[in-house]
């Protein structure tokens, strides 16, 4: 092994193997090709940006873990894996993006190297990751192996924080404090919009109380007045207008993992029903916080929030929060647990989630989250952002 900076202990690597292995085993699964990045990262500690061609972290039944992807990639794996040399394994270039030649021929093969290309293989069917072409082709090489759905298996051993992974989310969100601390001391009418996101992504890669920040899985969402109605836009060179709701949802990151976080800015008086949406969100928001306890469900906290906002006289048909850890590109989230009402995922401490309590109005919105650790008492607030709207006159 040649990676000199490894994030966690081996032991905990092979604590993550162990339960991945017990997953599998309880699926039927003989041997497991997890391609999504994050999953790779959290089983090997690969981390490099090479998610746009295919790659794979391929898990047998015994010994270590392989990696496999693209030839010029092995380099990076070298650096960042646990493994030895013998479980870096890459492909040649002319199979990248060539429509004339598939690498996943080139997994087939490295799989009956090691005899695993029998039996039950498991692959991430529902995965940004893992094209169907790639599942054609996997399946057109591998004769003798039925290949199932193994979506979201790893996933799920991440669900529960080890102390080592909560500490990285802790500083995590010392930065993404600092990022919108930026927002409220650098925001002003006539600002363009894309300098203050430079600043807010300056503030995220300087870091916070000596950790530098890492890139996010996703890039500032910062839409004002009109826009703000819709969740998902980025920004522009508008300048900030006084009389302009501005919700800034970004993200600090400590070595891949995440702490998001969103805040509303207003330039000038708010009107009354912002007023009366930041109210019902706050105390809808105590409500839920109130409720995430461990032996509680995913859907008593959303029920506790939904119940608090409606007396309000408001109404969030959208989930309220979902999972956090780990992630690469494009989605900060693990895509397991959701904080709606039909999730019955019993919280246990150890689980980190971004509490996502938007609200879209009629012509702006209004984004007060937070990331929350359940904890053995109940929920613990990771950020000290202040969550009333931030107003500047």
């Not at 029998?118 to 940004?128: L, P, W």
């Not at 169907?132 to 669900?159: E, I």
Request: charged share 25%.
């Amino acid at each position: 092994m040649e990676g000199a900076n490894l994030p966690f202990a081996r032991e905990e690597y092979a604590g993550r193997l162990a339960a991945v292995r017990a997953a599998m085993a309880a699926r039927g699964i003989d041997t497991l090709v997890a391609s999504d990045p994050s999953n790779m990262a959290w089983l090997t500690g690969y981390d490099g940006w090479s998610f746009y061609t295919f790659q794979a972290v391929v898990v047998g039944p015994e010994g270590d873990p392989f990696w496999w992807g693209r030839g010029m990639d092995a380099a990076g794996a070298r650096r960042t894996v646990w493994m030895g040399a013998d479980d870096i394994l890459g492909y040649a270039d002319h199979l990248v993006q060539n429509p004339g030649a598939h690498p996943m021929g080139d997994l087939a093969r490295r799989l009956a190297e090691r005899g695993l290309d029998r039996g039950r293989i498991g692959v991430e069917m529902d995965n940004y990751y893992y094209s169907a072409a790639a599942h054609a082709a996997l399946a057109a090489a591998l004769p003798g192996a039925a290949l199932v759905d193994a979506t979201g298996l790893v996933n799920w051993q991440r669900a529960v924080k080890s102390p080592a992974e909560i500490d990285l989310i802790r500083r995590a969100a010392r930065i993404v404090e600092r990022m919108h601390a930026v927002i409220r001391e650098m925001a002003e009418p006539g600002m363009p919009k894309n300098v203050l996101v430079a600043e807010i992504l300056k503030a995220g890669v300087l870091g916070a109380d000596g950790q530098w920040g890492d890139y996010p899985a996703i890039v500032p969402m910062a839409p004002s007045g009109a826009d703000a109605t819709a969740p998902h836009l980025t920004w522009d060179d508008r300048p900030l207008q006084r009389g302009e709701a501005t919700f800034f949802e970004i993200a600090g990151v400590c070595r891949r993992y995440h702490a998001p976080q969103s805040r509303t800015l207003f330039l000038g008086e708010p009107p009354a029903k912002y007023r009366r949406a930041e109210e019902a969100v706050l105390e809808a928001t105590a409500a839920a916080l109130a409720a995430a306890r461990p032996g509680a469900t995913c859907g008593e906290v959303a029920e506790a929030f939904n119940g608090a906002l409606n007396r309000r006289g408001f109404e969030k048909d959208s989930r309220c929060g979902y999972s956090i850890g780990l992630s690469y590109p494009p989605d900060w989230g693990e895509r397991t647990m959701s904080l709606r009402a039909s999730d019955r995922t019993v919280l246990r401490p150890g689980m980190v989630f971004h509490f996502m309590p938007a609200l879209w109005l009629d012509d702006g919105g209004i984004e007060i989250t937070e990331p929350i650790l359940i904890g053995e008492a109940g929920a613990e607030k990771l950020c000290a952002t202040p969550a009333e709207l931030c107003v500047k006159h």
